[in-house]
């Protein structure tokens, strides 16, 4: 009777502490269609102090199945560096953007949305295209297209970076 309780007890505190994530945007590139996919892990509502964000690659040239990054891969291109957290917003940057912070807030509605620089216009940020040359042992960026959703008039606006 007592472990039931206890088990009782257990479930009902687990259950208050409740765990999902927010999709942010993702990383498309030239080469295929897999994607890099940015998530915020939200705790009770709240963005999730001690683990915020989760990337990870969507592999939809195969079957759709996820897969870790791997650690070259973090630290050298979709990895991303906390700034600052609280539980209503996030600043980090991309390991390989790191002049362009992405600042997580919620809107009105109560959704988190990726807010970035479009043309000089605030944007809920929804896709990071890089187009690539082939050729050496890596391939080259040869253009990123930063894609989203101006915060004020909801047009879908884009812009083109060109890496130095």
Same mark, same amino acid.
């Given at each position: ?69 791997? @650690?070259f891969e973090?630290? /050298?291109?979709?990895?991303? &560096?906390? =700034?600052?957290?609280?539980? !209503? *917003?996030?600043? +980090?940057?991309?390991?390989?953007l790191r ?35 082939? @050729?050496?042992?890596?391939? /080259?960026?040869?253009?990123? &297209?930063? =894609?989203?959703?101006?915060? !004020? *008039?909801?047009? +879908? ?8």
């Open positions: 009777m007592r472990a039931f309780i206890l088990a009782g007890l257990l479930y009902s505190t687990a259950s208050l502490c409740e765990s999902t994530v927010a999709p942010l945007f993702v990383i498309q590139r030239s080469l295929n269609r897999n994607e890099v996919v940015y998530d915020l892990r939200l705790k009770d509502s709240k963005i999730d102090l001690e683990l915020p964000l989760d990337d990870y690659w969507r592999m939809w040239a195969k079957t759709g199945q996820r897969e870790e990054l791997t @650690g973090r630290t /050298r291109a979709y990895g991303y &560096e906390i =700034r600052s957290a609280g539980p !209503e *917003t996030l600043t +980090f940057v991309l390991v390989s002049s362009h912070p992405i600042e997580v807030k919620r809107k009105v509605t109560g959704e988190f949305v990726a807010v970035f620089p479009i043309l000089k216009r605030l944007a809920q940020l929804t896709t990071v295209f890089i187009q690539l040359k082939s @050729g050496g042992i890596l391939p /080259r960026i040869d253009w990123i &297209e930063v =894609r989203g959703r101006d915060l !004020e *008039t909801q047009e +879908f606006i884009y812009e083109r970076l060109i890496p130095r």
